[in-house]
């Protein structure tokens, strides 16, 4: 992980890219350094899925904890220069030839981060270090991932534990990445009796990486109660049985069983 302002990094030596060494490895990121406004992340996994709002397990976690959550473009590693520029340093000077265990890649690792960091100058940074510019986050780690609060308004519904949700006889696939989790029905402001589940927000220019969730306060949501300072370019589901393509199809009148992964 790097930060996006100053370029400082952050490294762990990891067996894999499954979600629960991933998730272990962002909470200890996020105790030591504070929890970031934003995260920024390529289409891959764990980090994204082919879901709804293409959120996974792992970026619901980063909703849950206050963070937005940005996707850059299929295929466009330039939405994230800066990143992938470390990456490919990285891989070469410490990575295409691994240590023979984790332990002993990590210090690599460490030994990589403090020169890339504290000692070598960054052309975007005015040559200088990014370690110069770097503070923590004053944002702390919420340990009892607190369930998220909605409006009065809002009609609050459990996803079951195979994704799918329940409403008025129809049962929708809303992704495994909600399994469990509360989510939030807005009543339309136009049509009458047609609860929408509101994706997230999108950014209006497609140079731009879209913009998947921007939580703050009490007004956020996995499925994306967008917030007040972003009232446009947001995509709706119409939660009805009639609902078009831009709606979600119901899969059947009534949910099947629970599907545990």
């Given at each position: 992980m790097i930060g996006s302002a100053t370029t400082c990094s952050a490294l762990r030596a990891q067996p894999n890219q499954q979600f629960k060494g991933t998730l272990r490895t962002c909470r200890d990121l996020m105790r030591q350094l504070g929890v970031p406004q934003v995260i920024r992340s390529d289409l891959g996994s764990p980090f994204a899925s082919t879901g709804l709002g293409r959120l996974s397990c792992l970026s619901v976690w980063w909703i849950e904890q206050g963070i937005e959550v940005e996707f850059t473009r299929p295929a466009s590693p330039q939405d994230n220069g800066s990143h992938e520029r470390m990456h490919r340093d990285l891989k070469a000077e410490v990575a295409q030839s691994p240590s023979p265990s984790f332990p002993a890649q990590q210090r690599r690792f460490e030994r990589w981060r403090h020169t890339y960091n504290h000692e070598r100058p960054h052309e975007a940074l005015d040559l200088q270090c990014p370690a110069d510019f770097y503070h923590p986050s004053a944002r702390r780690l919420n340990?009892?991932?607190?369930?998220?609060?909605?409006?009065?308004?809002?009609?609050?519904?459990t996803v079951s534990p195979s994704g799918h949700l329940a409403h008025e006889g129809h049962n929708y696939l809303v992704g495994e990445a909600f399994s469990g989790k509360r989510v939030g029905l807005r009543p339309p402001r136009r049509r009458a009796n047609r609860p929408v589940l509101r994706q997230c927000p999108t950014r209006p220019s497609h140079h731009?990486?879209?913009?998947?969730?921007?939580?703050?306060?009490?007004?956020?949501?996995?499925?994306?109660?967008?917030?007040?300072?972003?009232?446009?370019?947001?995509?709706?589901?119409?939660?009805?049985p009639e609902a078009g393509e831009e709606g979600l199809r119901p899969h059947s009148p009534t949910p099947p069983p629970p599907r545990f992964s």
């Open positions: 340990e009892n991932d607190r369930a998220l609060v909605y409006p009065k308004h809002f009609e609050v519904k731009q990486p879209r913009r998947c969730v921007a939580p703050s306060g009490l007004h956020h949501s996995y499925a994306g109660l967008r917030q007040t300072h972003h009232q446009a370019h947001t995509k709706t589901f119409d939660l009805s």
